[in-house]
């Protein structure tokens, strides 16, 4: 049972480059969320789909824009990459009651 | 402003003794509770959650107290173990009030290093 795989698990752009990171979850959950870590800093949320073909914003969207491609999928992509934006992702999943969700491995980013 | 407070960056705590990690929350729609543990370079795994109508839940040498009143509560393990070192994030939700698909609120975590 793989749960929430995301690819790629890491990843080095350039300021101004674009790129999509993937997320699926195999436990038919209906809720989906991509957070940021950033050092010192707890999980803030980007982006959450509370169920398939929804998507809302979350604390810390911009720049930022998602896909609920499927009930199993949810990506997350980066129009024009800034050094800001260079942190941990992680893709989690959940049903809507309880809350309890299930983290990915998580992409460490690095935008030059 | 930070909804959920984990006051403490960091805590050592020796082979066998009781670990107590903290927080603190703000948001009084906040209903459902949770702890999460992460290790490096890996995502955060659910190790015990509480809802607001407790004020005690346990799962064998984890125990969560939760002080609606004080909007605290905290995470005991005993004994704790040389495992148990890692950062431990505390995590809130609005889960009976509706809110409960919008995600987790977190705190900044506490890093929790067990000492031989």
């Known amino acids: 049972n793989a749960g929430v795989t995301q690819t790629p698990k890491f990843q080095v752009l350039k300021t101004g480059q674009s790129m999509t990171l993937q997320c699926a979850q195999d436990m038919n959950h209906n809720s989906m969320y991509w957070y940021r870590q950033d050092p010192g800093m707890g999980l803030r949320l980007i982006y ?62 690095t935008v030059v | 402003d930070q909804q959920v407070k984990q006051n403490s960056p960091s805590l050592s705590v020796q082979e066998g003794r009781i670990s107590i990690l903290n927080c603190d929350y703000t948001n009084s729609m906040f209903d459902y509770f949770l702890w999460y543990k992460k290790y490096p370079a890996e995502g955060p795994t659910f190790l015990i959650s509480i809802s607001s109508i407790k004020d005690k839940n346990e799962d064998g040498r984890f125990t969560v107290f939760l002080n609606k009143s004080a909007k605290h509560l905290s995470l005991h393990i005993v004994p704790s173990q040389p495992g148990d070192s890692a950062v431990y994030f505390c995590a809130a939700s609005a889960v009976y009030s509706g809110g409960g698909a919008d995600g987790l609120t977190f705190g900044k975590g506490t890093h929790l290093i067990i000492q031989p």
């Open chain 1, 48 to 109: 959450y789909s509370a169920s398939e073909g929804t998507t809302d914003k979350g604390e810390v969207p911009n720049g930022y824009n998602v896909s609920r491609l499927n009930k199993r999928e949810f990506s997350l992509r980066l129009e024009s990459a800034a050094p800001s934006q260079t942190s941990v992702y992680f893709c989690a999943s959940s049903e809507r009651q309880p809350t309890e969700a299930f983290f990915g491995q998580g992409t460490r980013l």
